[in-house]
């Protein structure tokens, strides 16, 4: 079936540092998106990107979409100690109507202040 | 507006009992999913109800199911629980599901089986 692998697992920064996180699909996906987590807390929506390319920014958060649709990342310039969570990736199964996310195994964000 | 209730959000079993959790999503969403994420395994998707009918299934035994009703509040069940069930049940509602719609998820409810 559809798996979506995401890296690293974990990633331990300095306050100031950047910070990025890889996720790559074993299918074409019809869209990607991202979800932040907090500790204790539940997945948040972050952004969704859909054409191939696609480069979306967030204030200090770039998203990016693969030329194929089977990869993307996220990236955090100078990281604070309120980006601490775990970053999912989530694409999105089919092409139809479809609520079926696969999620990527996330990426822990931990930062030093 | 309100955000995607799951009630109730602890709950300890025992093996072999069963249990029932709900979810009330956003006003006006029609696609209600439900995500099991544990340390190991990250988010697994179950199932993703629209209108009443199931539209989509994960990988897991009949031991899950779920449903949903005319108003959209959907609620799943686990029957002769295991030990691996404790887990963190999430559920996620969005307009009509699809390609263009965020999910929103709940807080979630906490399974623990002893």
């Known amino acids: 079936g559809q798996q979506v692998m995401q890296i690293p697992q974990y990633q331990h920064v300095q306050e100031g540092e950047d910070f990025t996180t890889y996720c790559n699909s074993s299918?074409?996906?019809?869209?990607i998106q991202w979800y932040k987590q907090r500790p204790g807390g539940h997945p948040v929506f972050l952004i969704q990107?859909?054409?191939?390319?696609e480069v979306k920014k967030q204030k200090r958060l770039t998203f990016q979409f693969g030329e194929a649709k089977k990869n993307s990342s996220l990236h955090i310039t100078a990281t604070q100690t309120t980006d601490v969570g775990t970053y999912f990736c989530a694409g999105l199964n089919g092409w139809g109507n479809t609520g079926k996310l696969i999620f990527g195994q996330g990426t822990t964000l931990q930062v030093k202040p | 507006k309100a955000g995607v209730t799951q009630t109730p959000r602890y709950l300890i079993k025992t093996r072999g009992q069963q249990v029932t959790l709900s979810c009330s999503p956003i006003?006006?969403?029609?696609?209600v999913s439900w995500y099991q994420q544990t340390p190991g395994q990250g988010l697994q998707f179950l199932f993703e109800?629209?209108?009443?009918?199931?539209?989509n299934k994960g990988n897991f035994p009949g031991r899950f199911s779920g449903r949903q009703f005319s108003n959209s509040r959907s609620e799943m069940n686990v029957s002769t629980l295991e030990l691996g069930d404790s887990a963190l049940y999430l559920c996620a509602s969005s307009l009509v599901g699809g390609r263009y719609t965020e999910a929103f998820f709940g807080q979630g409810t906490r399974l623990t089986v002893v």
């Open positions: 006003s006006g969403h029609r696609s």
């Open positions: 990107l859909v054409k191939s390319g």
């Open positions: 109800y629209f209108s009443e009918t199931q539209r």
């Open positions: 299918t074409t996906l019809s869209n």
